[in-house]
C-alpha cells in the first residue's frame, strides 16, 4: 500500500497593482494590509493571498491543493499543521474518500464543519486527488467517472472599473475578445445596480449578465432588483440577502423570475441540503476550494436530485484551485457555468509551469494526469519565504 508520507504547507500573499475590489470605506486599512470596501461588510486584502498543501507519498509522488484562504491564510495552514497532517500521515494515498471522512470526524462534534476547519480540509482533499490521479496516472475528471465536457463553459467574473462608462467600455472589450456572459459585482442600491446593468447592455447587446448583489440587500429591495433584472433579461441574481437568511433567500426565489445563485458561503452537503430543501437557490455556487473535490461532488449529487443546475464560484483561488473546479465542473451533470476570474486566474499561474487554457467564454479541461497543472515547487517556495 502507498502511504502519505509528509505533508507541507505554503501561505502566500502576492502583490499585484490590479487587486482592484471596489471602493474603499473611508477610515483605510484595517490590521495587516486588509480593508473592508463599501458597499460590502467583509475584508478584502491588497494581496492575493492563499494556502497550498503539498501532500507526498511514499515514493516521493506529490499531489498539490489549494484552500480559498483571501484573508488570513496562516489559519488553515496551523490546522493543516497541528490537527489533519498528523492524522493523515500514514494513511492510504490513494483512498481520498475514506481520508475525508477520518479527517472530518476530528472534529465535527465540535461544530467545526464549515469556516476555517472545512478550508483546511478542502485543501487536503483537493491534494489526496492530485495525489492519487498522478500516482495512476489518471485524470481527475476520470477519477470521478468521467468527463460530461472537456470544454468547459464560463463568463468574465467583474467589471473592476469605477463608473458605468468605464465598466460598459471593459464589457465591449470582453466580447470583442469572444466573452459571452458577465458577472457585475455590485450592491450599490437597486437604481445603481440597474443603470450599471443598463450601460453594460447599451455597450454589449447580446451579452449574458449576471449581477452579484454580495448579501447588501433585504428582501424587499432585492424583490425589486429582482424585478428590474427580469425586464432586462437577466441571467441570474447571486447572493442578494444576507448569507444566514435561508427564508429570505427561499420568499425572493418563489417571487422572482430571474434565478437566485447561493453557494460561495457554504462548504458541505448539509449545508446545501437545508438550501435546496427550502427551494432557497436555484442555481447553485459550491466553491471546491472551500468544500474539496470529495464533497463538491457530493453536493452536485444533491443538486441532480432536486434539478438544480451547478456553476461552481471561483474568486481569488490560484492555479490548483482553479484546476481544482474545472475538473468538478467536468464531472457535474448539470453544469451552468464556471466563474472566469481574469486578475487571479493571471496571478495564479505564477505558481504554475504552464498556464491553464481558457478562452473569455471557456476553459480547456487540463489534460494530464491528477489536477493536469504541474507546480512550480521552487517558485512556491520562493513565493512563501518572500510572504
Known amino acids: ?29 484595517i490590521g495587516d494590509g486588509y480593508e473592508v470596501r463599501e ?6 486584502s491588497s494581496r492575493y493571498e492563499t494556502l497550498l498543501v503539498e501532500v507526498i507519498a511514499d515514493d516521493g509522488t506529490t499531489g498539490w491543493g489549494e484552500a ?20 493523515l500521515v500514514g494513511m ?7 481520508a475525508w471522512h477520518r479527517l472530518r470526524d476530528l472534529m465535527r462534534e465540535r461544530g467545526h464543519m464549515v469556516g476555517h476547519q472545512a478550508d483546511a480540509l478542502a485543501a487536503v ?17 476520470q477519477l470521478l467517472g468521467g468527463a460530461f465536457r472537456t470544454r468547459l463553459p464560463t463568463y468574465v467574473s467583474g467589471l473592476p472599473r469605477s463608473t458605468d ?31 450599471t446593468v443598463d450601460a453594460v447592455r447599451d455597450a454589449a447587446p ?19 432588483l429582482a424585478h428590474g433584472l427580469a425586464e432586462r433579461d437577466a441571467w441570474f441574481l447571486e447572493a442578494p440577502l444576507a448569507p444566514e437568511d435561508v427564508a429570505g433567500h427561499a420568499e425572493l426565489a418563489a417571487r422572482s423570475a430571474v434565478p437566485i445563485a447561493v453557494g460561495e458561503a457554504l462548504r458541505n452537503r448539509y449545508e446545501f441540503a437545508q438550501w435546496l430543501d427550502a427551494r432557497a437557490l436555484r442555481i447553485a455556487q459550491p466553491d471546491v476550494a472551500r468544500t474539496g473535490i470529495t464533497e463538491a461532488m457530493a453536493i452536485a449529487d444533491l443538486c441532480a436530485a432536486r434539478h438544480v443546475p451547478v456553476a461552481p464560484h471561483h474568486s481569488v483561488g490560484m492555479g490548483v484551485s482553479l484546476a481544482a473546479g474545472l475538473h468538478v465542473a467536468a464531472a457535474v451533470a448539470d453544469l451552468a457555468a464556471f466563474e472566469y476570474q ?26 494530464g494526469p491528477g489536477l493536469g497543472v504541474n507546480v512550480d515547487a521552487d517558485t512556491v517556495r520562493a513565493l512563501a519565504k518572500e510572504s
Open 39 to 44: 458597499p460590502w461588510r467583509s475584508l478584502y
Open 1 to 29: 500500500m502507498m502511504r502519505v508520507r509528509e505533508v507541507h504547507t505554503h501561505v502566500l500573499k502576492l502583490r499585484t497593482d490590479q487587486a482592484y475590489l471596489g471602493p474603499k470605506r473611508d477610515g483605510g486599512t
Open 165 to 195: 462608462a468605464e465598466r460598459a467600455a471593459l464589457a465591449r472589450d470582453w466580447v470583442d475578445r469572444g466573452a459571452t456572459g458577465v458577472k457585475l459585482h455590485l450592491g450599490h442600491g437597486v437604481a445603481a445596480d440597474l443603470a
Open 206 to 224: 447580446g451579452l449574458r449578465i449576471a449581477v452579484d448583489g454580495h448579501w447588501a440587500y433585504g428582501v424587499d429591495d432585492a424583490v425589486a
Open 92 to 98: 492510504d494515498a490513494t483512498a481520498p474518500r475514506p
Open 342 to 367: 481574469p486578475t487571479s486566474t493571471e496571478v495564479g499561474a505564477r505558481i504554475l509551469t504552464d498556464p491553464v487554457p481558457l478562452h473569455p467564454a471557456a476553459f480547456d479541461l487540463p489534460a
Open 68 to 87: 480559498l484562504a483571501p484573508v488570513a491564510p496562516e489559519v488553515p495552514a496551523a490546522i493543516v499543521n497541528l490537527l489533519l497532517a498528523p492524522v
Open 125 to 141: 482533499d483537493i491534494a489526496l486527488w492530485d495525489l492519487v490521479g498522478r500516482l495512476t496516472g489518471l485524470r481527475v475528471a
